[in-house]
């Protein structure tokens, strides 16, 4: 319990208040969230916060979740995140979700797809332009 006290203390000083839904938490999930949530998610890390909370916006949208859809939404533009930001990670949840969907209802081998996938990359990389400021918005995707 004096875990839990801590933590609390801990959240309401980073957010003003203890949400709801960290109260309800069982005891024994709080330290594990809280110490994953403090020093991963809300911590500056390899990834950049605004990185981390778009790559978070996708999941939510794929996984259907709308309180997370709206955490990372509104973290995302706490770290300065544009809308055209926002919907193009949205736009990449979706996306991946169609080809996860399709690849494994048509059963694809995912050995051949990964021969296959690294072979495209291979002649992507061999017939890459040299970058220029024209060029660069020009390249499809898997180019930069």
Known sequence: MADVKRI???V???FGL???WVKEMPESAVTGFWTMMR???LAETRIPNKYKELIGLAVAGATRCRYCALFHTEAARMFGAT????AEASMMGAATMAGSTFLNAQQTDYDTFSRELHEMLEYVRAHKPAATASTTQQQPPMQH
Not at 83 to 86: G, H, N, S, V, Y
């Open 8 to 10: 609390h203390d801990e």
């Open 12 to 14: 309401k000083e980073l």
């Open 18 to 20: 203890v949400p709801t």
């Open 39 to 41: 020093d991963f998610q």
């Open 83 to 86: 809308d055209d930001e926002l």
